[in-house]
């Protein structure tokens, strides 16, 4: 009698994703950083469990991290591709395709409040740059939340304490933090954050001005042992949740919403839980293991 109870009951689920036209899928996020990194621990289970719960798992999200599928620089291409369908996407990895969105997360924002960038970077680039939507349409893709991280940091493998000697420093640097290193003597180097942490084990580069999660998101700690504690500005060059065009359209009415319902706590968590809350206890944990520069002495 049980066994026929749940063969009842598969047939009468069957029927009904049938009859509604419905067919279970599992979709795959690709991304290049490491499953321990914070959004993919703090923030997109969000979006993941909450879909799988709401669309009675008619849509479920595979995560597939560390650079499987896709490498920083070509995730965009490889949603456009359906290679994956989204991804962790750098509109500054890619200015060429997304020229508008680039120039915008390209802006440096003195200060350190992550969350008011995480917010403003939003509403424009969904709101107030139609240059943004049809670029991201062109590329065969949908742009769903974005993030700023932390304030950056310059992370280095030698003490710092003053331009002079930051004056030929390579620093991996992107979007407007280029043009800050130049103006500081030192030399942009451009690459991943996931490619740094061999550039710097191998002295191949000097620093890395950065997130102080970074520290152990790329496993930096172990190499940048110097931290000169000042801000250097906000920038937000992630877009967390970025879908193919063609999946997303493929989905319902309601296995959309139900995406749009939980990406305010994707971007939220993104913000607060992967970046700001985490930087104090790495710093904490991070002294204990190298020197720290002081309040940005001579910088």
């Not at 959004?39 to 650079?67: E, R, Y």
């Not at 620089?73 to 290679?83: Q, S, V």
């Not at 107030?128 to 310059?154: H, I, M, Q, R």
Request: aromatic content about 6%.
């Amino acid at each position: 009698m049980k066994h026929f109870k749940i063969m009842a009951f598969a047939v009468a689920a069957a029927a009904l994703l049938a009859a509604t036209g419905v067919q279970a899928r599992e979709l795959v996020y690709g991304a290049w950083v490491s499953p321990k990194h914070g959004v993919m621990v703090d923030a997109l289970p969000h979006m993941f469990k909450g879909v799988a719960k709401d669309t009675n798992g008619a849509v479920t999200w595979k995560l597939v991290a560390g650079g499987q599928l896709v490498k920083g620089k070509n995730t965009l291409a490889g949603i456009r591709d359906g290679l994956i369908d989204a991804g962790l996407a750098i509109s500054v990895f890619t200015p060429k395709n997304v020229p508008s969105t680039a120039i915008l997360h390209s802006t440096l924002i003195a200060g350190n409040d992550n969350v008011a960038v995480t917010a403003a970077q939003n509403e424009t680039v969904l709101l107030d740059c139609p240059s943004c939507t049809a670029e991201w349409k062109v590329n065969n893709a949908v742009y769903l939340a974005g993030y700023a991280p932390t304030p950056f940091k310059l992370m280095c493998r030698d003490k710092i304490t003053n331009l002079k000697e930051l004056k030929g420093k390579k620093v991996r640097v992107t979007g407007g933090s280029v043009q800050l290193m130049k103006m500081a003597g030192a030399t942009p180097v451009s690459m991943t954050p996931a490619e740094a942490t061999t550039a710097l084990q191998r002295g191949t580069i000097d620093c890395v001005l950065g997130a102080v999660a970074w520290l152990k998101s790329y496993g930096y700690q172990d190499v940048a042992k110097h931290l000169i504690d000042y801000p250097l500005g906000v920038i937000g060059p992630a877009v967390s949740v970025a879908i193919n065009r063609k999946t997303w359209l493929g989905m319902t009415d309601a296995q959309r919403k139900a995406h749009i319902k939980y990406m305010p706590m994707v971007v939220a968590q993104s913000a607060l839980s992967a970046y700001l809350f985490r930087d104090n206890a790495i710093l904490a944990d991070a002294i204990k293991v190298g020197d720290r520069a002081q309040g940005g002495t001579g910088i």
